[in-house]
């Protein structure tokens, strides 16, 4: 099917939302999925296989967003597909096609659990595992399997430019995941003896913030933290190419590309409990539970009806903005452009 219509656009608004779930949420209204009644389109449960809850959560984040749900309903997949790893992104191209195109409210993502298991057998043990960790094999798996290689053709400069290109023939790897979720951070980094200035670039797929340790903060405040200078002392100072020994350096990073969804992981288990307040452009998060313990659930706008949704392994129940708003994050993907209904193949 095909729609014209589209989600507003934010300038970075919140998109999705990964929570770990706390006792607020029992006091919403929620339905156990039964497979006896037609689900929407995207709003489906996953049933829980044994502390899986980080998972599911994951998963369902992964599931809403509609690029991505596109890419793989449409089968854009299939001709990009590396024989040698597919098994992980086939697996979750079923797994997709069951959560948005079946008839049950709920299904078990064993199958993909199981493929993702061969590879990192961690996560077929009845133990709770980080979700930040799991979102990062999962993008990566999904990469490998998707890439195509790409070679650059070579740069000109013009002569006497300040810049000039060293690279020649570099063979670069591009996929639906890089084009997604890559961004590129910039380091600047200055020996404070000679005061001699390097860079530095580094990709990234999730952002991980720290959080200041006041009471109260805005997202605003963990990115300033993440984002401000820092000074390397000591035995972590930095060896200089022009002082040819190791000096302390003041270190300030920057954002040189962002992605189209950018993924913030907040550092809550630092800190015993911290109020995150936000911006017109967010939502207002708090965080309970500490490491050795807890459940993770997803918040999901839908495309389809522009509601938000809270999973809860087979729970799934709407919730109004507000509720949204309360809800304790971990994870947080923003959108710097609005998406469109996805496309589904005939």
């Not at 650059?152 to 430019?161: A, D, N």
């Not at 998060?285 to 495309?303: E, I, M, Q, R, V």
Request: hydrophobic share 35%; proline share 4%.
């Amino acid at each position: 099917m095909t729609s014209q219509r589209s989600l507003p656009a934010d300038d970075f608004g919140i998109y999705y939302v990964l929570a770990e779930c706390t006792d607020y949420y029992d006091t919403l209204p929620v339905k156990e999925a039964d497979g006896s009644q037609p689900c929407s389109q995207g709003v489906t449960g996953l049933r829980n296989l044994g502390n899986t809850c980080y998972m599911n959560a994951i998963l369902q984040c992964l599931c809403s967003i509609s690029p991505l749900v596109e890419y793989f309903l449409s089968g854009k997949y299939i001709t990009a597909l590396q024989n040698d790893c597919s098994e992980v992104a086939t697996a979750f191209a079923y797994l997709m096609t069951d959560m948005w195109l079946g008839d049950s409210d709920c299904v078990s993502p064993e199958i993909f659990r199981s493929a993702l298991g061969n590879l990192y057998p961690a996560f077929t043990k009845k133990t709770q595992q980080d979700a930040q960790e799991f979102l990062i094999y999962v993008l990566n798996e999904l990469h490998e399997a998707l890439k195509k290689y790409h070679y650059p053709r070579r740069r000109s400069h013009e002569k006497g430019s300040a810049q000039r290109c060293c690279r020649k023939w570099i063979t670069t790897e591009t996929s639906v995941i890089t084009q997604l979720f890559e961004g590129q951070l910039n380091y600047s980094i200055v020996c404070l003896k000679c005061e001699k200035c390097t860079y530095k670039n580094e990709v990234f797929t999730v952002l991980s913030l720290p959080i200041p340790s006041e009471y109260e903060c805005s997202l605003q405040d963990c990115l300033q933290c993440f984002f401000q200078q820092d000074t390397l002392t000591w035995n972590n100072q930095i060896h200089c190419s022009f002082c040819e020994t190791k000096q302390e350096t003041a270190v300030r990073a920057g954002i040189s590309k962002a992605p189209k969804i950018i993924i913030f992981h907040l550092k809550r288990f630092l800190l015993a409990r911290t109020t995150l307040w936000g911006h017109p452009c967010m939502y207002m998060c708090n965080h309970f539970g500490d490491l050795d313990g807890g459940h993770y659930t997803a918040f999901c706008k839908n495309s389809f009806t522009q509601a938000w949704y809270s999973f809860d392994d087979t729970r799934v129940s709407e919730i109004p903005d507000t509720s949204v708003q309360n809800a304790t994050a971990y994870l947080l993907f923003y959108s710097c452009q609005p998406f469109s209904i996805p496309i589904q193949k005939h």
